[in-house]
């Protein structure tokens, strides 16, 4: 095991000194004729100009990019981009945890991990999308990712920039446009063969690509931000219209989502503090019946300052959820109604230019003990019942062109689901899931 990953880190390496100064050309940059790094400190972190250019609708583009008609009252106007905004990525990757899972193999190598397709650009004058499609080798199969489609216009407000737009979106969070909240959050970069912890707030990912959702933001003088979106269960994979069964979530009318946000943006500092939120009724395997309530608000910060060509970058959210659990208490998965679990997440990176970065993070969950809820089970199940984890990742990642992501992650692990040993009353420490995760990521 040593060996593979001497061998990994060794081809990091060499790619990182060896490979040629280049532009990474993703569609985004085919479209507008820019570089990864004119709206990246290095993907997915937007720099201010990459904030922008999400506000408006992924829409601007060259001034020869595209095939244009004049519009009037009775002549139906066209705006298209002269060649179609596709692009792809391929992702290997190569994981180890301290200790083996039961009865399977470690040092696990993906070629691929996941292959993903993107129709992302400018549909028009003032529509865009980000739209990816992913296959997933454990799956062995394609099937929707996170999806934000825009429409987008800029007007005035008491002698400022308005900027007013909608959102079509499958994914709570994916159409902010900071990197502290969950969709685009740190890290970065994650396995899908190492254990993780079983409790997290719904709104850290839970309804991604469950759902769908249709919302409105608005930003005044590039400082004051608001979005507001409506969700309802889209399960995929699924007959439709939808019975509900064997799902773990099944929207009762809507589910509110809120987003709040101040930013400040200076030549060398750009501050952001919000909050957001979601509110939701489920039934869990079924459409009618008992509904279990959901309540998630947040608090988020992003920091980033400029040194010469360098960034340092300090992020955190906090998540607090309450819930009342009427319908699984009715089912008997769980042994009291009222449980909350509270959320932080914290991590400070140093940008190198945009060839090198390294990062640290911090991360803790704790809330209502049940044992029901969190039952034992090897590596994934709680001993006591407790949704207790706490840990902490290191990450180093080279750019050798600016398509071209490879990473080094380690995440370490003083608490899992409740104890630091044995956790899962199998036998499994929580160190046992520390992990090394290592990641190469084409991007064309």
């Known amino acids: 095991m040593g060996k593979s990953i001497s061998l990994w880190l060794f081809v990091l390496i060499v790619l990182s000194i060896l490979a040629p100064q280049a532009e990474a050309v993703p569609s985004y940059a085919r479209q507008t004729g820019l570089s990864c790094n004119g709206c990246h400190y290095t993907p997915p972190e937007l720099n201010p100009a990459g904030r922008l250019f999400k506000l408006y609708g992924y829409i601007d583009k060259m001034k020869d990019g595209g095939i244009t008609a004049e519009s009037n009252k009775r002549e139906a106007g066209l705006d298209l981009l002269r060649v179609l905004p596709l692009s792809a990525w391929l992702e290997a990757s190569f994981t180890n945890t301290k200790t083996p899972q039961p009865g399977t193999q470690n040092g696990n190598v993906e070629f691929p991990q ?35 489609i825009r429409y987008a216009r800029i007007k005035k407000l008491a002698g400022k920039e308005w900027v007013v737009g909608l959102t079509l979106n499958n994914n709570p969070t994916v159409e902010d446009l900071w990197n ?48 507001g979106t409506l969700y309802r269960s889209s399960h995929i994979g699924t007959p439709e219209p939808t019975t509900g069964q064997d799902l773990a979530f099944n929207i009762r009318g809507v589910a509110p989502y809120w987003r709040l946000a101040w930013q400040q943006d200076g030549i060398k500092n750009n501050f952001e503090v919000g909050t957001y939120g979601i509110h939701m009724n489920s039934t869990p395997g079924a459409i009618t019946g008992l509904e279990d309530t959901y309540t998630d608000y947040g608090f988020d910060f992003q920091y980033d300052r400029t040194i010469g060509k360098d960034v340092l970058s300090w992020r955190g959210t906090y998540v607090r959820e309450n819930s009342a659990l009427a319908a699984t208490l009715a089912a008997g998965a769980a042994a009291v109604n009222n449980h909350h679990l509270d959320s932080f997440n914290t991590n400070a ?96």
């Open 180 to 227: 502290s909240t969950p969709a685009w959050g740190y890290p970065f970069i994650a396995s899908d063969v190492a254990p993780g912890p079983t409790a997290a707030p719904i709104i850290q990912g839970a309804l991604g690509q469950d759902v769908g959702g249709l919302g409105a933001y608005t930003m005044w003088d590039q400082h004051l931000y608001f979005a």
């Open 114 to 148: 996941d292959i993903s397709l993107f129709l992302a650009g400018a549909w028009s004058t003032h529509i865009g999308s980000f739209l990816q499609v992913t296959y997933d080798t454990q799956g062995d199969h394609f099937s929707m990712d996170n999806t934000d």
């Open 349 to 444: 990176e140093y940008h190198f230019g945009n060839r090198y970065s390294a990062a640290l993070g911090w991360f803790t969950t704790s809330g209502t003990t049940d044992p029901l809820l969190f039952t034992p089970a090897p590596v994934t199940g709680s001993a006591n019942g407790s949704p207790k984890s706490r840990g902490y990742s290191l990450n180093f990642s080279v750019w050798p062109i600016q398509n071209l992501d490879l990473g080094l992650q380690y995440t370490g692990y003083t608490s899992f689901n409740g104890l630091a040993n044995n956790y899962d009353a199998a036998g499994r420490n929580a160190s046992g899931n520390n992990t090394v995760y290592l990641l190469a990521r084409f991007i064309f």
